[in-house]
């Protein structure tokens, strides 16, 4: 009985390694074709009609997200733990009215910055394809990482430490 435990263990471990290398292989590849130029947002309107300028002296994480993305709403109460400690922005790609967005975030109890891209323009500036997308630039507004797809809380925590430095 034991051997076949320590067996499972064993394939479950190796499953998730293998399938942690495939995700960030998949990222890889969709991340190539994202605009990899430094960040040229200076005031951005969120849906609650507030000005919003971004701290030049600071690192920032810009996240394209989306109401009907089941891999978007799964990550973002990573994104809103990481806006607790960071600078974050996020783009809500086509998805409907400030109204709606509201609504999404009031239901999920999040509580980040977000810019309504009704009609995709912002995003296609950044060549996204998939969502969720993320960047993030250094205090020079630098692309120091781009991640297409899910990322954990502390792997989002980790890279907006080291784009501090």
């Known amino acids: 009985m034991k051997s076949k435990i320590i067996h499972y263990i064993k394939e479950i471990l190796l499953f998730v390694v293998v399938m942690t290398i495939f995700a960030n292989l998949i990222s890889l590849y969709k991340s190539a074709d994202l605009n990899n130029a430094p960040l040229d947002i200076k005031n951005i309107t969120l849906i609650n009609d ?9 690192p920032v994480l810009v996240h394209f997200w989306a109401t009907w993305c089941p891999t978007c709403k799964a990550e973002a109460s990573n ?3 990481i806006a607790k400690s960071f600078q974050v922005i996020t783009v809500a790609v086509k998805s ?5 967005i509201k609504d999404f975030l009031d239901t999920n109890s999040l509580n980040f910055m977000v810019i309504n891209d009704k009609n995709g323009k912002m995003a296609q500036k950044f060549n996204i394809a998939a969502y969720p997308t993320t960047f993030i ?12 797809g899910y990322t954990t809380t502390w792997g989002l925590y980790l890279r907006m430490w080291w784009a501090k430095l």
């Open 79 to 81: 994104i809103d733990f």
């Open 96 to 100: 409907g009215k400030d109204s709606d």
């Open 50 to 58: 507030k000005e919003y300028k971004i701290d030049t002296d600071k």
């Open 137 to 148: 630039y250094d205090k020079d507004r630098k692309l120091v990482f781009s991640d297409v």
